[in-house]
């Protein structure tokens, strides 16, 4: 399953001023909110303090990533969440995209939504929480019944990851998964490094290695609004994804196993689309999904076109995602229901964020036909997706 990866071009665009101090490290444990500003707009960051506790005896930090053109990244080692990405839009103006919260707390009262998280040690859904690997039969506890769900009781969003950051645009976050945490087998160790490049893209790198034979499937959980985050429905975001199949689910959302071909169906994104423009269509699988809740099989995923390409309608900013992953779970925020507060005060309310969360196919584990994700003591696991923002002219 190892995955090779290149790099594309830089393209700088410089944009604004940061008014934050300290910015190439870990932020100060400031009580206020910090702000960054250019001549038409000023964009919050959660107050640092929300982050610098302690939690299972380790200690959180928030921490801010900033390219040359200043435009900037927030990220916590709790869960090692991606917390806030303020990009700019059509006129310059700087926007946050990504959903996030203001404290620890909020993603702990939100946890079953997964904003921004890292997701391990395996994303999506196994089928009644359970799969049988080299003869061994494992169990995994069932929290989005009747499966498990992105790892399970305690995923990898809600566990404390060691952090180094390496250089004002670089993060790694490092965790040990014990063999048999959550059920699954081998103590795996985990890398996951964000950067963030001169050209305005989050690069995600994943890597892992295990002591024993078991399964993994790293993904990041960040729901992007591209007109901003609480600025409203995602509807009106044009999609195209490059994927002639799809993964159909039952009602429980676990993959029947077939690969069905998008043609002539809702599922249809081969050439630009609203995700409002057929999500009301009378479907049996957007009724089982509530929504846009399916694994794209990707046409291509080696890293060299994207695979994905989203346009907010409002500000113009376009997001890109290329990725070494050969799945994509495009999911349009159907179970939001505005019980959170996000970050800028506004509550999460129905599908006013979309994921495209790069992956393996849910239920790998029970679906021979689907690529494996079995790691082997020896292996390494790697994978690299990236989310890169421009305007669209
Ligand atoms: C899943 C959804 C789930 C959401 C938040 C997505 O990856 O496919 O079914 O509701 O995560 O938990």
Not at 56 to 67: M, R, S
Request: a neutral charge.
């Amino acid at each position: 399953m190892n995955t090779i990866f290149k790099t594309f071009p830089a393209i700088f665009l410089p944009v604004c001023i940061l008014s934050l101090a300290a910015c190439n490290h870990k932020a100060k444990n400031t009580p206020t909110t910090s702000t960054m500003t250019d001549s038409s707009t000023t964009v919050t960051l959660p107050p640092s303090s929300g982050f610098e506790k302690t939690i299972d005896g380790k200690k959180a930090h928030f921490y801010i990533l900033k390219n040359k053109s200043g435009v900037q990244a927030s990220l916590t080692n709790y869960g090692a969440h991606l917390i806030s990405l303020a990009v700019p839009d059509k006129t310059g103006k700087l926007i946050d995209v990504v959903i996030g919260f203001a404290d620890i707390e909020g993603y702990k009262k939100a946890m079953s939504a997964y904003y921004g998280a890292t997701i391990g040690r395996y994303g999506n859904r196994i089928a009644k929480g359970h799969f049988i690997l080299e003869g061994h039969s494992y169990d995994l506890f069932i929290n989005n019944k009747p499966n498990t769900l992105h790892g399970g009781e305690k995923g990898f969003n809600d566990v404390m990851w060691d952090a180094q950051q390496i250089n004002d645009q670089t993060i790694a976050f490092t965790y040990l998964s014990k063999d048999m945490e959550e059920g699954y087998p081998g103590n795996l160790n985990c890398k996951v490094t964000y950067e963030l490049t001169d050209d305005n893209a989050i690069k995600i790198s994943y890597e892992a290695t295990t002591d024993k034979t078991t399964v993994v499937n790293l993904t990041n959980h960040s729901y992007f609004n591209l007109n901003g985050v609480g600025s409203g429905s995602i509807l009106n975001h044009v999609v195209q994804l490059k994927a002639a199949g799809y993964t159909p689910v039952d009602t429980t959302l676990i993959p029947t196993g077939q690969i069905a071909p998008v043609a002539g169906t809702p599922f249809d994104f081969l050439k630009p689309a609203t995700i409002g423009s057929r999500i009301e269509a009378n479907d049996e699988q957007l009724k089982n999904g509530k929504g846009y809740d399916h694994n794209f099989v990707l046409d291509k995923h080696d890293i060299t076109a994207p695979v994905a390409t989203v346009i907010g309608d409002k500000s113009g900013i376009k997001l890109e995602i290329f990725t070494t992953e050969p799945g994509l779970q495009f999911y349009s925020g159907n179970f939001m229901a505005g019980g959170n507060t996000m970050l800028g005060g506004k509550a999460d309310d129905h599908r006013t964020g979309f994921a495209m969360e790069t992956q393996h196919f849910p239920d790998s584990p029970n679906k021979p036909q689907f690529p494996s994700t079995v790691l082997k003591p020896g292996d390494v696991y790697k994978t690299v997706t990236i989310y890169k923002f421009s305007v669209e002219k």
